[in-house]
């Protein structure tokens, strides 16, 4: 099973914060036998985010969306996720309750500028359901398979391993998945490219790849002429008991064509 990750904040695109959501959410998704299908940054402008929700609830993906879903006005997310369902914001009975509480506990009325601007957290598209937020108990939403998270990875990853144990449990590890790689010194991809297609035409089951490199190892005038490829075979269930036959063909031909070196992988960089 795949999910999209929808990442939103302007600190992230203009580099003033490093993005920790996407190692963490590659690793939560592995854990389980589950996978990304593509990731997206966005800036906090609701246009183009409520644009991207709308072509997100088209596709039959689960899809995970950080940040932008706080209280003041760089936060765009609630709102864009309303327009772009065409539903009302509402006041969602339960997470106002969590935003009550906090308030009292802190010694805001609920009548104080400090609560009511705290309250606007609890303002949902209709219809959405809560996220839990053990951090602070302020809730995330979900609505239509797509799980709103704030942009905290503090608040945003235990919520996100929340979601997948309340709704996805039944989908963990229910795929087998087989890797194999090598790094290849001396072929460039124009003769590596005919091979992968050989591979991939005989074994359809089986996805190849290659990863391009420049050598540091050897002299700099000499770099153009020193190609390394990191190139590797992938594939899942009934393709795991045909990976074996096709990467003996597979290191034999990259022999026959010319690698000068062949380094097998413990592990491939698509795992």
Same mark, same amino acid.
């Given at each position: 099973? !795949? ?11 203009? /580099? ?10 590659? /690793?939560?998704? !592995? ?18 985010? &409520? ?8 596709e ?5 969306? %950080?940040g ?9 997310t609630?709102?864009?996720?309303a327009?772009?369902?065409?539903v ?10 969590f935003?009550? %509480? ?8 609920? &009548?104080? %500028? ?7 957290m609890?303002?949902?598209?209709e ?23 704030? /942009? ?11 979601v ?20 290849v ?8 490219g ?13 996805? &190849? ?6 050598r ?7 770099r153009?002429h ?8 992938? &594939?899942?269930?009934? /393709?795991?008991?045909?990976?074996n ?24 960089s698509?795992?």
């Amino acid at each position: 099973m !795949q999910f999209g990750i929808m990442i939103i904040g302007d600190e992230i695109l203009n /580099g003033s914060r490093q993005d920790s959501h996407f190692n963490f959410f590659k /690793g939560l998704l !592995q854990q389980h036998g589950l996978q990304i299908a593509w990731v997206q940054y966005l800036p906090d402008e609701r246009e183009p985010i &409520t644009r991207r929700l709308e072509q997100s609830f088209i596709e039959d993906l689960p899809v995970f969306v %950080t940040g932008g879903i706080g209280a003041t006005p760089d936060d765009q997310t609630r709102q864009a996720c309303a327009e772009a369902l065409n539903v009302p914001l509402v006041c969602h009975s339960e997470a106002i309750k969590f935003i009550e %509480t906090i308030s009292l506990q802190q010694g805001d009325s609920l &009548t104080s %500028t400090e609560h009511l601007q705290r309250a606007k957290m609890a303002y949902f598209p209709e219809n959405a359901a809560i996220i839990p937020n053990p951090f602070n108990n302020i809730a995330g939403f979900s609505i239509r398979q797509h799980y709103f998270l704030p /942009g905290f990875p503090q608040m945003a990853h235990p919520m996100a391993k929340w979601v997948l144990n309340e709704y996805y449990q039944s989908y963990f590890n229910q795929q087998q998945r087989a890797f194999k790689a090598a790094l290849v010194d001396g072929l460039p991809e124009s003769i590596v490219g005919p091979l992968m297609e050989k591979i991939e035409h005989q074994w359809p089951v089986i996805k &190849t790849y290659s990863l391009p490199s420049i050598r540091e190892d050897v002299a700099e005038d000499e770099r153009n002429h020193h190609y390394r490829l990191e190139f590797g075979l992938k &594939t899942s269930n009934e /393709g795991c008991a045909l990976l074996n036959e096709a990467w003996a063909y597979a290191l034999e031909q990259l022999q026959v064509n010319g690698a000068e070196k062949i380094i097998e992988l413990e592990k491939s960089s698509e795992e």
